[in-house]
């Protein structure tokens, strides 16, 4: 009986030919090799072209494995940090009920009736911002002579007085409180009145009055 050796994937190739030894068995014969086939091929000593793998010269897989995770991690790393970059800021959106149309001087702004003594205490406090053809008007459906203050506020501010549907004075770039808000006490801010009793006062962006050359005897009505 003779004694074969047993090599698996035994890939005869013209250029190489690596043979990975399994054990030893008896065999009788040996069965020829089918190229398209996978099989076991059943040699007795070593096969003419083909030299067995050197086991101590077979390349390390765990340093393969490692780079694998490596990479893995590194690309999930990256998609961390891109989730977590900051985020750009969006645009402020005013806000409030700007459904009201009132001219003034050929202009036409979308305006905010303030009506109540509630909506009139709280004006444009605590908003952020009001677009450039926006504006609250107060309206007290009599003579008074009242007092504004930038309680709260944001951003700077025009108030124009009104009177008897005309313009009777304007103060200009009223300045937002700086480290100035509700919760302390002590903060003294300055109070502002119109020149006369007023019955309409229209607050609007700080510079829009000379932007738009607003001046004092201008009509000023609601148009819807």
């Known amino acids: 009986m003779e004694t074969a050796t047993i090599y ?14 399994i ?7 040996l069965a020829p090799r ?5 099989e076991t091929i059943l040699v007795k000593g070593p096969l003419v072209g083909c030299t067995p793998r050197d086991d101590t010269q077979r390349e390390p897989r765990l340093p393969k ?6 990479i893995v991690s590194f690309l999930c790393v990256g998609c961390n940090r891109q989730n977590n970059s900051p985020a750009v800021a969006a645009p402020i959106t005013p806000v409030g009920n700007y459904d ?23 004006g444009l406090s605590g908003r952020k911002a009001m677009a450039d053809n926006q504006g609250m008007l107060f309206a007290f459906g009599s003579l008074q002579t009242p007092a504004f203050w930038m309680k709260d506020m944001d951003f700077n501010l025009d108030f124009i007085w009104i009177a008897g549907g005309k313009v009777i004075g304007i103060t200009s770039d009223v300045q937002a409180p700086v480290n100035c808000q509700s919760s302390i006490v002590n903060c003294k801010l300055p ?3 119109p020149p006369s ?4 006062v229209l607050e609007i962006n700080a510079g829009w009055s000379q932007r738009n050359k607003i001046k004092t005897g201008n009509e000023v009505r609601l148009v819807n």
């Not at 698996?8 to 030894?21: A, G, W």
């Not at 089918?34 to 996978?38: A, G, I």
């Not at 009793?197 to 309409?200: I, M, N, P």
């Open 65 to 70: 494995l490692f780079a694998l995770i490596f």
């Open 100 to 122: 009201r149309q009132l001219q003034i001087n050929s202009q036409t702004l979308n305006v905010e009736i303030a009506g109540t003594p509630a909506e009139q205490q709280q």
């Open 34 to 38: 089918n190229d398209n086939v996978p």
């Open 8 to 21: 698996r994937h035994c890939e005869c190739s013209r250029s190489n030919l690596n043979l990975v030894k």
């Open 197 to 200: 009793a007023v019955d309409e």
């Open 191 to 193: 109070l502002y009145y």
């Open 23 to 29: 054990a030893s068995s008896p065999v009788k014969a």
